[in-house]
């Protein structure tokens, strides 16, 4: 019912910046609560960040990275900043026609194919 397409992922070094988006079709995501989940090689897929009317965040990137959401657009964002080694990991989005705040993995139906972001020292 609802595709989704992330971008904007790369290799920057550590301190640099990236913005990640989310391209939405199939229906409007404006009442759908949407997430930003990270996985690295060998750990499970973890929480950053959700938004629905309002925005929460993973205590491991709070003040480093902001979500945001286009619904104009059909589409949300991830801007993050001052990154680190361990934020290297594969981004996914995700969304859920529900209210959140989520923050697990199996509360969303809906998920893109991921994007690379990897942050070298």
């Known amino acids: 019912q609802v595709q989704l397409v992330e971008s904007g992922g790369g290799l920057v070094q550590t301190g640099g910046s990236l913005r990640l988006s989310c391209a939405a079709s199939g229906r409007t995501i404006s009442r759908y609560t949407m997430g930003w989940f990270r996985q690295a090689p060998g750990k499970e897929r973890e929480f950053v960040a959700s938004?629905?009317?309002?925005?929460y965040y993973a205590d491991s990137v709070k003040g480093r990275f902001t979500i945001s959401r286009d619904n104009a657009r059909n589409t949300v964002f991830l801007q993050l900043n001052s990154l680190k080694p361990d934020d290297t990991a594969v981004y996914y989005c995700?969304?859920?026609?529900?209210?959140?705040?989520?923050?697990?993995?199996?509360?969303?139906?809906?998920w893109g194919q991921g994007t690379q972001v990897t942050v070298s020292s």
């Open positions: 995700a969304a859920q026609y529900s209210l959140g705040p989520y923050t697990r993995s199996d509360e969303y139906t809906y």
């Open positions: 938004i629905t009317w309002s925005t």
